[in-house]
């Protein structure tokens, strides 16, 4: 079982739609991070949290400790949030950097 | 362009080549990780930077993988005999290196396909 797991891993929204991606991880942690990566390679940096909720424009993380659960919520989706979304957790302890990483969700958005 | 650069975007190399990848990381940033990448699957840790210093290696960097960063700066990452295995983007990112938890900057990448 991997210590980073994520749900789904596909998913095909319409545009306009309410998305949730799932993050589930099975270490303790110091961070968690949500990542965007779209075709050709690139990584951006969404979000870094360890407790709470943080909202950045149209994109919502939040996460729970206790649980060891993230999710990460797109409103209003449109087009161009076609991407993989990773989810990666920093071990507690470890070093930072040294991030174990979800296969990701692949997210389709339909126009 | 002030992002992580890194060089080249795409190598083809036959198999027991030497191949070197390098990146820049943002100039103020201390601290510099190498990642690698398989199709379909999320990034692994490769290794890390604090300036010049390597401070971690993951298991997966056998002994036919290097990687220095001689003045603090730029980064190389040198793969020796290569094998069809090694196949994979190859990922660079860097972070300011003052505290944990940092949001990390991600370069481009190298796709390295062993033929």
């Known amino acids: 079982k991997n210590e980073v797991e994520q749900s789904p891993q596909n998913l095909t929204a319409q545009e306009g739609e309410f998305i949730t991606i799932n993050c589930s991880y099975s270490?303790?942690?110091?961070?968690l991070h949500w990542l965007q990566q779209h075709p050709g390679g690139g990584i951006v940096s969404l979000f870094m949290l360890s407790s709470g909720k943080k909202k950045h424009g149209r994109l919502i993380a939040t996460i729970n400790i206790q649980e060891k659960h993230s999710s990460l919520h797109i409103t209003a989706s449109h087009p161009r949030d076609s991407a993989v979304y990773i989810c990666a957790v920093e071990g507690y302890g470890g070093s930072q950097g040294n991030l174990i990483f979800g296969k990701g969700t692949k997210l389709s958005v339909k126009p | 362009d002030t992002g992580v650069s890194q060089d080249p975007r795409h190598k083809i190399t036959k198999r027991g080549q030497n191949v070197t990848f390098r990146c820049d990381p943002i100039s103020e940033h201390n601290r510099l990780y190498w990642y690698r990448q398989t199709l379909g699957q999320g990034p692994e840790f490769l290794t890390y930077?604090?300036?010049?210093?390597?401070?971690?290696k993951s298991r997966l960097l056998s002994d036919r993988f290097s990687a220095e960063r001689p003045k603090g700066s730029f980064s190389t990452l040198e793969i020796q005999r290569t094998e069809q295995g090694d196949s994979a983007m190859y990922l660079c990112?860097?972070?300011?290196?003052?505290?944990?938890?940092?949001?990390?900057?991600f370069g481009s990448g190298t796709q390295l396909s062993v033929l």
């Open positions: 990112a860097s972070s300011l290196g003052q505290a944990s938890g940092e949001k990390l900057f």
């Open positions: 270490v303790g942690i110091s961070a």
């Open positions: 930077f604090q300036n010049e210093a390597q401070l971690e």
